[in-house]
């Protein structure tokens, strides 16, 4: 009965790349319009050369822009790339925010692709090891990419540049704690009065993470963090340690006295016979002022619309290469066990490092299941959907394509089989063996059973279908097998709304335990509340999801109001007679719901919800509730 038995995920890697080749780059142009002008990374391993305000970075990897404890913001900057150890460090970073009541954090500007001055902004930033985090606690959804343009972060200082504003929580200064005291971080860059409230609040001990906060001016907003140098990069130029101590005595005293002591290098560092000063501005930084190998950087694949090669593609010269330019760790199924004419919706994403998605296609090539067809759903997700006629195993390939040349091939195996018998001896334990029962039970393409509880000699059992009849035959197979009556909640739907019976069936659940969703009625009258609260959620964020007797959707986000120990409650307005069915999906961090301005069919509209859940290779668990309306 349970459409999909194994999703195992395997790594592939293929790339895309070529000789670096030579390049002429003008000496004296700023080289800003170089680095600026790249919006890929180069295809070497990552590494980092020079200083963080006179460097570059190869290899950079791209953040993505939404990820289980973080999103990126300001996307059409592209400067969410860095070394692959702030990538780890944003990681954790994340995590450390989860434990301090945060759902994540927000990253505004790390480096661009190939590090390097920046045309606009920062001076430092080049060597794909500093980033600045947002001081806005994140809401518990993901942002529209509009709105991660729209919004900005929260200033923390009060007006008169001492003391702090309302918008500075005891839990800033947990998520401030944490991230100094990651043996990765060099500096931490914070507005003085910050510094100040940190070192007020601590309590006597170990108060050598107070010595990484260092005072400068700005970073009222959004605190700077910044990576030592990593083993891999032998090229890269730590700063020297911060003097001993928590730094909070003399030296933090001068900020607010207008005596600036002498800056940390993080607008920009000391060039020495390089640096000329004309009316009091420095000159712009050209490739003369950065180790050699930045040139060697910027001519790596220098095709991604960075001159030289054709707009959109990586140019000409280059060929399908083994090598790290693209991988495809999480975009290989190798196996799906499926039931003959069910329905089915099979996502095969694929994750891009770095994320070529305006030239990626997919397709489907060899033995195809009769009555099965791959359509592709672009950003490197293809989808397997049908009813399955014909049993049988079958093999086909899956082909990733760039810039109309093939990259990688993920072989998938495809079994169908006749009936939904179980693949081995039933279990041992009495309570594994109903549940096992229940799974397999064959009530037709439109029919779902789950158990609700389990006891020695009872069951409740919940049931989906657009007949009683399956009800029926479950509850008399159940008898003939255990030999007592289990208890069968049967619900009615429409045919519209099988498609979301085929969600029960068809994707993997993982992620921790289900929410927990309590109704306050399950039987309303037109233009009654719907109500109810839900928890369990255990820090995760939950997108709650309607579905009418038309099979239309509509995502809750705007009736859900947050409460006090993670619980989640809403009240709903529902104007439509028939059967309604409620889905609380958890996941680690919160989904962006597919933009629907109409009413849209669930087929279509959790193509694209589910599409972003499996982007980000997010666990998830759901829960479903039936409500008749009357």
Known sequence: MRVLRRLLIAGLAAALAGPAGAQDFDPNKPAKQYFGAHTLPSAAAGESFGSYARGCLAGGVQLPETGPTWQAMRLSRNRNWGHPELIAFLHRLGGYAQDAGWPGIYVGDMSQPRGGPMRTGHRSHQIGLDADIWMRRPVGRALSTSERERIGSYVVVASDGVNMNSNWSPSHHQVLK??????????????????????????????????????WRGHDAHFHVRLRCPPDSPGCQNQGAPAPGDGCGADLAKWFKGLEPEPETEPEPTLGATRAITRGVSREITLNDLPPACSAVLADGAGDGAGGGTAGGFGTGYVADPSTMIHLPQGVILAYAGTLGTKYFWPAPVRLDPPLIPHVKLEAEGDLPPGVFFVDRGEGFGVLKGVPTQAGTYGLDITLSYAGKVVATMPVGVDIRQGAAGTGPPPDDPVERVKTFVEEFSGGPCFFADTAAVGDASAQVLAFGMAAEPMHALDADFKAVFGYEARIIGQLITEPQCDALNLFESVPKFGGIKPDVAMDRFTLTVG???????????????????????????????????????????????????PHIVLAVATPSAVEAPDSSEPVLFDRFFDGFLLRVMRYNFGYRLTYRYVLVN
């Open 528 to 578: 009654e509340t719907m109500s109810g609260r839900i928890s369990g959620l255990d820090g995760r964020a939950v997108t709650l999801l309607l579905v009418d007797d038309k099979g239309e959707v509509r995502d809750l986000a705007g009736y859900l109001t947050e409460e006090e120990g993670g619980t989640v409650s809403f009240g709903v307005p529902v104007n439509r007679r028939g």
């Open 178 to 215: 944490a991230a100094a005291s990651d043996p990765a971080v060099a500096r931490i860059f914070v507005n003085a009065a910050i510094k100040r409230a940190l070192c007020a609040n601590e309590p006597p001990g170990d108060r050598e993470w107070l010595s990484k906060i260092r005072p």
